[in-house]
């Protein structure tokens, strides 16, 4: 997992309140949600100091609407680098690398890892909550479903509001995986289909092979090899008439 630290890119933060007082903190708050505020806010004031030292002859209208556009070109390309920094989301899943998760969960979807990123590691959590019976989703899609359903009435009955994570577990500077583009995804998919058709015939292939010698009366030893994996494997030694069983490896109590 990658390490993405920032901070080196804080300018002094009496210069920030300045700057802010200046522009207004409405032009570099929308991207606080996709990478840290600072971060944001440190690039967006040094573009806009630079183009005000080399603009100076610019009408006042433009000068206005200057920080909205270095703003908006701005945040194209730091989310593209951005992006470029996360690892792509693996094939056959992955462990949380987070300290405090301690790898005792295997993922294999990145719908359940972006799930457990966003319900562990977001310190802030956005809740929608229906204006009728006051129920709190985390998917605005399913509130909408409740209100069609349940009160038969406007999917617009809700509001939105940020509330703490009481379950937070900071991140620190590892940054989460990210999912791939369509070729991306479809190689992943055909990666997994090959993993999984292995598994299948391997399978197939010990039972055969163990039912075989259960009917000739040769039945063969089981030997457990441990390991850290949600899935059984089973393969079959032929020169030891041994079938070897691959488990999860049991909790120590």
């Keep these: 997992m990658k390490n993405y630290d920032m901070?080196?890119?804080?300018?002094?933060?009496?210069?920030?309140m300045d700057y802010e007082e200046e522009f207004g903190k409405d032009e570099i708050l929308?991207?606080?949600?996709?990478?840290?505020?600072?971060?944001?806010?440190?690039?967006?004031?040094?573009?806009?100091?630079?183009?005000?030292?080399?603009?100076?002859?610019?009408?006042?209208?433009?000068?206005?609407?200057?920080?909205?556009?270095?703003?908006?070109?701005?945040?194209?390309?730091i989310e593209t680098e951005y992006l470029s920094t996360l690892e792509l989301?693996?094939?056959?899943?992955?462990?949380?690398?987070?300290?405090?998760?301690?790898?005792?969960?295997?993922?294999?979807?990145?719908?359940?890892?972006?799930?457990?990123?966003?319900?562990?590691?977001?310190?802030?959590l956005t809740l929608y909550t229906c204006q009728i019976c006051h129920l709190s989703r985390r998917k605005?899609?399913?509130?909408?479903?409740?209100l069609v359903k349940d009160h038969k009435c406007s999917q617009n009955r809700y509001r939105c509001m940020d509330v703490t994570n009481k379950n937070f577990v900071d991140p620190k500077y590892v940054l989460p995986y990210r999912v791939g583009d369509a070729n991306e995804r479809k190689e992943a998919q055909q990666t997994r289909e090959k993993v999984?058709?292995?598994?299948?015939?391997?399978?197939?292939?010990?039972?055969e092979t163990r039912k075989r010698y259960e009917?000739?009366?040769?039945?063969?030893?089981?030997?457990?090899n441990y390991y850290n994996y949600r899935d059984e494997?089973?393969?079959?030694?032929?020169?030891?008439?041994?079938?070897?069983r691959t488990v999860m490896k049991p909790k120590k109590h």
């Design 7 to 16: 901070k080196n890119n804080e300018i002094d933060q009496n210069e920030l």
């Design 140 to 146: 605005l899609q399913i509130l909408k479903k409740h």
């Design 215 to 224: 009917e000739s009366g040769k039945k063969p030893h089981v030997e457990d």
């Design 30 to 77: 929308t991207a606080e949600k996709l990478i840290p505020s600072y971060y944001i806010k440190t690039l967006f004031l040094k573009e806009v100091e630079l183009l005000y030292k080399e603009n100076k002859n610019l009408s006042n209208k433009d000068l206005k609407t200057m920080p909205r556009k270095v703003y908006d070109k701005m945040l194209i390309a």
């Design 233 to 244: 494997r089973l393969t079959f030694n032929f020169d030891k008439n041994t079938l070897l």
């Design 89 to 124: 989301w693996p094939a056959v899943g992955a462990y949380c690398y987070i300290e405090e998760c301690g790898k005792t969960q295997f993922v294999r979807s990145f719908n359940e890892y972006k799930s457990h990123f966003g319900s562990i590691h977001k310190e802030i």
């Design 196 to 207: 999984d058709e292995r598994k299948r015939k391997a399978k197939e292939d010990a039972q």
